[in-house]
């Protein structure tokens, strides 16, 4: 059975890498589906190898697409050498390519550095799902292997995204209460990042906060 490498959503180009992922979010697609809108199955059979992925990519005109970016049924930052490999060789084969990266931005204490400084350069985008306003809440939400610290490590993986000449954003899921939502709002001002709101179902569209 093959399996779903590279996939189409709206405009953009998705890439799948993994499975895995260091949070386990207590709203997550995942814990109740395979797929997102009309996909096929996300869930791997192996990790794609970076040949396996740029093979892949040849069946698709990249330059039809607005963005392309690496987000699937795992965390793409666990594979943070291959992504940033794949991404700098489309680079090369499509000059004006736009990569992004939806990620939990966890990544610094995966690889205990500043992953930030690696990505500058090669990946444009960079939206981060912030989940919550404070660390309890959102280690209560997220459920993730790191602990109490997670939330202000990706607040700092932000921060260096946007020093880096990154293009960062935050998002949350509309699930969130009102005035959660507000207080997120709050912090993403104070940062000087923008926020995101997204519709838990995955089949609406997402909406930004004012």
Not at 28 to 45: G, I, P, S, Y
Not at 121 to 130: A, C, E, M, P, R
Request: net charge negative; charged share 25%.
């Amino acid at each position: 059975m093959s399996m779903t490498i590279l996939y189409e959503l709206g405009e953009n180009l998705y890439i799948n890498l993994t499975n895995r992922c260091s949070c386990r979010c207590v709203f997550c697609l995942r814990n109740n589906a395979d797929h997102v809108q009309d996909t096929d199955n996300l869930w791997l059979e192996h990790e794609p190898s970076v040949e396996e992925v740029l093979s892949e990519a040849e069946n698709f005109r990249l330059e039809q697409y607005q963005e392309v970016v690496f987000c699937g049924y795992g965390e793409p930052t666990e594979r943070l050498d291959d992504l940033l490999v794949i991404a700098k060789m489309l680079k090369q084969r499509h000059p004006g390519l736009i990569t992004r990266i939806n990620t939990n931005g966890l990544s610094d204490l995966r690889f205990q550095e500043d992953t930030a400084k690696r990505m500058a350069g090669i990946i444009d985008k960079v939206s981060i799902s912030l989940n919550a306003s404070n660390p309890e809440h959102y280690l209560e939400l997220t459920r993730n292997i790191f602990g109490i610290h997670s939330y202000d490590s990706l607040l700092l993986f932000a921060q260096h995204c946007r020093e880096y000449g990154i293009d960062v954003r935050f998002s949350i899921v509309d699930l969130l209460p009102e005035q959660e939502i507000a207080e997120c709002k709050q912090i993403s001002d104070n940062l000087s990042i923008p926020l995101l709101i997204r519709t838990f179902e995955p089949n609406q569209q997402e909406r930004t906060a004012n």
